[in-house]
């Protein structure tokens, strides 16, 4: 390494040299054979897909996960734990935690939301990707009634306000958040069944 280099790379520990000079970043090695990420990913023996195919790619994944577990047992699995978090819900409610009934309610229709997407072998990442996704795929595309449609958004967003402190929700207001769940969950069961 030459006296500059060196100079440099101290002058930057020592808080002289704002920025640290990187060797070889950014460059082909010097064999041709191409960029620095082909040569790592030849190397190492993997690729990573640009953004959208890997995306897509997990997105197929899913959903021969979702076909591989028998669609029929795992729809009854993730109703189950829907119905359980409207239990919890509930459980908290009378034992006045009105924010975290809230929160469980809130997940209740997520999960129902979730396997309403995996049975069009569908599957978001995040949470407004599922509510956007169920919304067009399900509700516009899918025939279910818009009015259910709403609860899962209004849902998510009182949850949000619950869990960042924009809100202190009272009993009443879990209680009725929780049944907007219960209308939910029973609402994709039956698109479910009919859409089988």
Same mark, same amino acid.
């Given at each position: 390494?030459?006296?500059?280099?060196?100079?440099?790379?101290?002058?930057?520990?020592?808080?002289? =040299?704002?920025?640290?000079?990187?060797?070889?970043?950014?460059?082909?090695?010097?064999?041709?054979?191409? #960029?620095?990420?082909?040569?790592?990913?030849?190397?190492?023996?993997?690729?990573?897909?640009?953004?959208? +195919?890997?995306?897509?790619?997990?997105?197929?994944?899913?959903?021969?996960? *979702?076909?591989?577990?028998?669609?029929?047992?795992?729809?009854?699995?993730?109703?189950?734990?829907?119905?359980?978090?409207?239990?919890? *819900?509930?459980?908290? *409610?009378?034992? =006045?935690?009105?924010?975290?009934?809230?929160?469980?309610?809130?997940?209740?229709?997520?999960?129902?939301?979730?396997? *309403?997407?995996? #049975?069009?072998?569908?599957?978001?990442? @995040?949470?407004?990707?599922?509510?956007?996704?169920?919304? @067009?795929?399900?509700?516009?595309?899918?025939?279910?009634? +818009?009015?259910?449609?709403?609860?899962?958004? #209004?849902?998510?967003?009182?949850?949000?306000?619950? =869990?960042?402190?924009?809100?202190?929700?009272?009993?009443?207001?879990?209680?009725?958040?929780?049944?907007?769940?219960?209308?939910?969950?029973?609402?994709?069961?039956?698109?479910?069944?009919?859409?089988?």
């Amino acid at each position: 390494m030459g006296a500059g280099r060196r100079a440099s790379r101290v002058g930057h520990r020592l808080g002289r =040299d704002p920025r640290p000079r990187r060797l070889g970043v950014g460059r082909a090695p010097a064999d041709g054979t191409g #960029s620095l990420a082909a040569f790592v990913r030849q190397r190492h023996g993997h690729h990573r897909a640009p953004g959208r +195919e890997r995306g897509a790619r997990r997105a197929e994944e899913a959903g021969a996960r *979702a076909r591989s577990h028998g669609g029929t047992a795992r729809r009854l699995t993730n109703l189950a734990r829907s119905r359980r978090e409207i239990e919890a *819900a509930r459980l908290l *409610a009378e034992g =006045d935690f009105a924010a975290q009934a809230v929160s469980r309610a809130y997940y209740a229709a997520f999960y129902a939301a979730e396997l *309403a997407l995996g #049975s069009l072998e569908e599957s978001r990442s @995040k949470h407004s990707g599922v509510i956007a996704a169920f919304g @067009k795929l399900v509700v516009r595309e899918g025939g279910l009634d +818009e009015p259910i449609g709403r609860i899962l958004r #209004s849902l998510f967003e009182q949850r949000n306000a619950v =869990d960042y402190g924009e809100a202190d929700p009272s009993r009443e207001d879990a209680e009725l958040s929780i049944r907007d769940a219960q209308r939910f969950v029973d609402a994709v069961e039956s698109w479910l069944t009919a859409h089988g």
